[in-house]
């Protein structure tokens, strides 16, 4: 059985920045910075321009994982897409992203299979698992895994929705998942959900309890009312079970490989909250420079949150061959997972 190793990643963000006073300056959101960094460590995140959706910015951070990685596109096998904020309700937004990195074209089209993974914060680890699962099995020797999401199209940019328009951002990470022969690569996996707080952060725009789906006027044209429309989510026990899982699932995949968490170099946190990872990394007694975060700068990029930190941290030479790397997230479902991987 090979080993399934990340051998190249890459990352995207779009150029406009939206600082939290650009929240309340150019939306007219009553809210302020001090509010935002004191709660959540977030001072900026990009948005994507009218007209760029999602598999656009998975785009080039694919393009970067796969020249990282020293692959052509040709060598891909198999492409899995973490997202909540699909370009559409379907087809998934990995097919999308083949034809946009041109596997179709030409007189010999790459038909390689596309997965969308629907786990929201947890996306990208979900992914990771499908595809090292499918790597060891044989099944591929290149996956290209991408988180990636265009959440400022739906945001609620008022002040009615500033709980959650305050903290995501859009942003796409991509990493290559490579069979090898080498003694390295994703070493335990383990992932969880608990659907009873399956309301606790969701966006029911798409309702098939509906008959139809969205209510129509009479002329036939959809009415989506705002709680429907919008995402909802109970902050405060978003952020209790977020440290209790994360602290709980990163201790189970360490304890499946006999580790302690002296023996992790570098953790990737997903970037849904800096209070909710300090309030981890104290727990466990992690110190600063074993943790990656660019929260600050991104808010929360949701599926592309670990994937973007890893690039960023291989392009910076924090994240180097050999280390002992924990991945670990939470979020809607609610949904939680966690890897480690010998770089
Ligand atoms: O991937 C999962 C993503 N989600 C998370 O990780 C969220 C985890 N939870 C959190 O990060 C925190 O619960 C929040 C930062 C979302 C909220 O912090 P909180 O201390 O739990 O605030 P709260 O929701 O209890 O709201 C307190 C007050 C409310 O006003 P009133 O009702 O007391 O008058 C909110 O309306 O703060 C208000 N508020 C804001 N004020 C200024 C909510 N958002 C904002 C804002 N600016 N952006």
Request: aromatic fraction near 8%; glycine fraction near 10%.
């Amino acid at each position: 059985m090979p080993n399934a190793y990340i051998s190249g990643t890459g990352f995207h963000v779009p150029p406009r920045v939206v600082t939290n006073d650009d929240l309340a300056r150019d939306y007219g959101i009553d809210t302020t910075n001090e509010w935002i960094v004191q709660r959540t460590g977030i001072q900026e995140r990009r948005f994507a321009e009218e007209g760029v959706g999602t598999s656009d910015l998975a785009l080039p951070a694919a393009e970067m994982a796969i020249a990282r990685a020293g692959i052509e596109k040709t060598d891909l096998d198999m492409i899995v897409f973490a997202t909540l904020s699909p370009d559409h309700a379907f087809p998934g937004t990995g097919v999308y992203l083949q034809r946009k990195l041109g596997l179709l074209d030409g007189a010999n089209p790459k038909f390689v299979p596309a997965l969308d993974v629907r786990n929201q914060c947890s996306g990208f680890l979900y992914g990771l698992a499908t595809a090292t699962s499918i790597v060891q099995a044989g099944g591929a020797r290149h996956i290209l895994l991408v988180g990636a999401e265009t959440h400022s199209a739906a945001l609620d940019l008022t002040t009615r929705g500033r709980a959650v328009s305050s903290l995501f951002g859009d942003g796409a990470g991509a990493v290559i998942v490579s069979a090898t022969e080498e003694d390295r690569g994703i070493r335990a996996w383990k992932l969880g959900s608990d659907g009873r707080f399956a309301d606790h952060l969701c966006q029911k725009v798409w309702d098939t309890t509906k008959r139809p789906f969205i209510p129509q006027d009479a002329r036939g044209i959809g009415q989506v009312d705002p709680s429907m429309m919008w995402a909802s989510m109970d902050g405060r026990q978003v952020f209790r079970h977020a440290v209790e899982r994360m602290i709980g699932v990163l201790m189970e995949t360490c304890l499946k490989l006999g580790l302690t968490g002296n023996d992790i170099d570098l953790y990737a946190f997903h970037q849904a909250n800096l209070r909710v990872n300090q309030y981890v990394q104290h727990q466990l007694g992690i110190p600063d420079e074993k943790v990656l975060h660019n929260i600050e700068r991104y808010g929360n990029t949701t599926a592309a949150t670990i994937p973007l930190l890893l690039a960023e941290a291989e392009q910076d030479g924090r994240l180097r061959r050999g280390m002992k790397v924990a991945m670990v997230a939470f979020g809607s479902g609610f949904t939680w997972g966690a890897a480690i991987a010998d770089w």
